[in-house]
Every structure is written in structure tokens, then in C-alpha cells.
């Protein structure tokens, strides 16, 4: 079965960096596009980057453009989101995502707080 498992998650302070990971078991990863999406508290879930599945585009939320990176290495089935420049309103859980067979797959999450 499709499973998404991400990680690097945790408390940096503003101006920091992270970089998150999603491994993707399941489904031939190299094929379908991925993407990661965020979640802050009382707020919906709102789409920040996405990569082909060839890495031919990738696109990103003006919120996050020209700070986080999105990348995959399809030899080791995982998409990251390389995230730099952190600001307190980039504090949420982050999802990674994809869509097989008409069927959304959503990872566990994983926090990442921004804060001094």
C-alpha cells in the first residue's frame, strides 16, 4: 500500500533552516509528481511546492518563493523541502502528498515551529 512517511521536523529559530523528507513506499514513486503542503493552527491546508516527476518544473507559494526548495532523488523514492530564511508564520505541520490511481496520499506530518 502507498505509505508516505515524512521527517526533519522540529524548533529552529527564526532565520534558520531545515530540511524535511518524505519517503514513499508503495507505488513507483518515479512516475507522479509530488508535493508538500503545510498546516498551521486554525488554518486550512495550503499547497507550498510541488516537483514533477521527472523534475522537469517545480512550482512554489509566493509565501515561500526564494526560500524553500523542493527536490527529489527518485533512487531513493524521497522528495525533500529544503527551507531557509524560516519566519514565525512558516511554524506548521508539514505533509507531503501525492495522487495514485485517482486516490490522495497524505503522510503522517511533521512539526516544524519556528521561534526564539
Known amino acids: 500500500q502507498v505509505q508516505l512517511v515524512e521527517s526533519g521536523g522540529g524548533l529552529v529559530q527564526p532565520g534558520g533552516s531545515l530540511r524535511l523528507s518524505c519517503a514513499a513506499s508503495g507505488f513507483t514513486f518515479s512516475r507522479y509528481p509530488m508535493k508538500w503542503f503545510r498546516q498551521a493552527p486554525g488554518k486550512e491546508r495550503e499547497l507550498v511546492a510541488d516537483i514533477s516527476n521527472g523534475w522537469e518544473y517545480a512550482s512554489y507559494a509566493d509565501s515561500v518563493k526564494g526560500r524553500f526548495t523542493i527536490s527529489r532523488d527518485n533512487s531513493k523514492n524521497t522528495v525533500y523541502l529544503q527551507m531557509n530564511s524560516l519566519k514565525p508564520e512558516d511554524t506548521a505541520v508539514y505533509y507531503c502528498?501525492?495522487?495514485?490511481?485517482?486516490?490522495?496520499?497524505w503522510g503522517q506530518g511533521t512539526l516544524v515551529t519556528v521561534s526564539e
Open positions: 502528498n501525492t495522487r495514485v490511481s485517482l486516490i490522495e496520499y
